[in-house]
């Protein structure tokens, strides 16, 4: 049986436990706020890119002299598969939901034959994936210096890419991150980009005769890259977003253990404390009639 | 003919502008281009450059470093890789753009030399202008 001193102890370090996730909790509230916002102040970007390209692409996808961005490299035998997970831990099962998804699909990559390579964004989805598939990995962009996400960011990633695109190192690319539904809710994604695919127009919608200044074609040149860009610059906002979302109820799990923890070792601390007032008097008691 | 018309200007971190104007002036990359109500619908790419809307006589000046405009006959959109306010915020993001051009002008070869030699030279330019 623990001594009293023993116990108070505990109490005590319990307690600054709970201060803590309970700190990291308002933290993660705040931060998640300021996310949401930036997910949502991107979003009018993103849409009417989308539908630009879209539009594009529907005239110009189908040709034979489609860039190799839209149109693919024929083949898929090569997928390079960019994990985006976030730097830090203690937020719940996000990194892990990530990974998992990750590992599904490299399994069944694998399966069918494919070279699989994999780039990792943010240290957790590294070190989860070194241990099994440390051969594979080709790369790793470091997020921890990134104080605020910027469309700079998102750029330097694209711009890896597309290097190695260039350089034949893949045909299929693929991104996995974690949707933000909700604070309790975060989703597991993949989202292929690389070779895109736009929504086209909706049939029947009034489609507008464009003049494209230079031509068509030098336009979705210079637009497919931002595009990769665009959409990698989407999902870390989400990937942002759901992290803070996750560690805000993993923190807000561990502060109401840390209570219930906290209520139980106070009754054992109560209970030996009069257990030890009870033997003394016993001892004085019997002490006295000794004598 | 209605004689205003919907322009946003948006880049991909924030929206910067949404109103009502009479007309834009944008940067085109195949040279400079007004937009005003009516227009046949377009899309071109831009260059750094000076965006000018003029709405009810007043004029708002915008520094943009390249993306791509969708004019139609109701509206403009700007799609603007990164965009500013005239202001010395603006100017030190534009001078980091300068210098990241010449460096890629430095290091580029063969006719790749003379388009970034070019963009070194427009972001010359807009800096003139944003003073």
């Known amino acids: 049986m623990p001594s009293l001193k023993d116990l108070k102890n505990r109490i005590s370090s319990v307690k600054s436990t709970r201060k803590i996730t309970k700190a990291m909790q308002m933290v993660a509230a705040a931060k998640l706020r300021r996310a949401q916002e930036s997910a949502e102040a991107a979003r009018p970007y993103t849409e009417r890119f989308n539908a630009v390209l879209g539009q594009l692409a529907a005239s110009v996808g189908g040709a034979d002299n489609a860039p190799l961005l839209l149109r693919g490299t024929g083949k898929d035998d090569v997928q390079l598969l960019v994990v985006m997970t976030s730097e830090r831990g203690l937020c719940g099962g996000f990194n892990s939901s990530i990974v998992k ?148 109820s993993a923190m807000d799990n561990a502060t109401r253990n840390a209570g219930d923890m906290i209520d139980k070792l106070s009754i054992e601390y109560n209970r030996t404390r009069q257990a030890v007032i009870t033997s003394e008097l016993i001892e004085i008691i019997s002490g006295a009639e000794a004598l | 003919m209605a004689n205003t018309m919907q322009f946003d200007l948006v880049s991909p971190e924030r929206s910067l502008a949404s109103l009502k104007v009479t007309a ?46 969708d004019i139609s006959a109701e509206g403009a959109t700007v799609l603007a890789e990164q965009a500013f306010e005239k202001g010395p915020e603006g100017r030190a993001a534009v001078e980091a753009e300068l210098a990241q051009a010449r460096a890629a002008a430095e290091a580029a070869k063969g006719p790749e030399r003379d388009t970034a030699t070019e963009l070194v030279y427009d972001f010359v330019h807009l800096l003139e202008n944003m003073q």
């Open chain 1, 101 to 248: 998804l990750a590992r599904t699909r490299i399994e069944a990559l694998k399966i069918a034959g494919k070279t699989v390579k994999i780039l990792t964004v943010g240290k957790k989805g590294r070190e989860q994936l070194r241990r099994d598939y440390g051969d594979m990995m080709i790369g790793h962009i470091d997020m921890s210096e990134v104080k605020k996400l910027g469309y700079g960011n998102a750029a330097a990633i694209a711009k890896d890419l597309l290097g190695r695109f260039d350089a034949g190192e893949f045909d299929v690319a693929t991104i996995f991150y974690s949707e933000f539904k909700s604070v309790i809710s975060q989703k597991p994604t993949a989202q292929q980009i690389i070779p895109a695919s736009y929504d086209a127009p909706e049939e029947g919608a009034v489609s507008t005769i464009y003049d494209y200044e230079p031509s068509e074609e030098a336009i979705l040149a210079d637009l497919l890259p931002r595009g990769v860009a665009t959409q990698l610059f989407a999902a870390l906002l989400e990937n942002a977003a759901s992290e803070q979302g996750a560690r805000m």
């Open chain 2, 24 to 69: 834009v002036q944008l940067p085109g990359s195949e040279g400079e281009l007004t937009a005003m109500p009516g227009h046949w619908p377009m899309i071109t790419t831009l260059k750094p450059g000076i965006l000018t809307v003029t709405a009810d006589g007043e004029v708002l000046e915008f520094a943009v470093t390249g993306g791509f405009a």
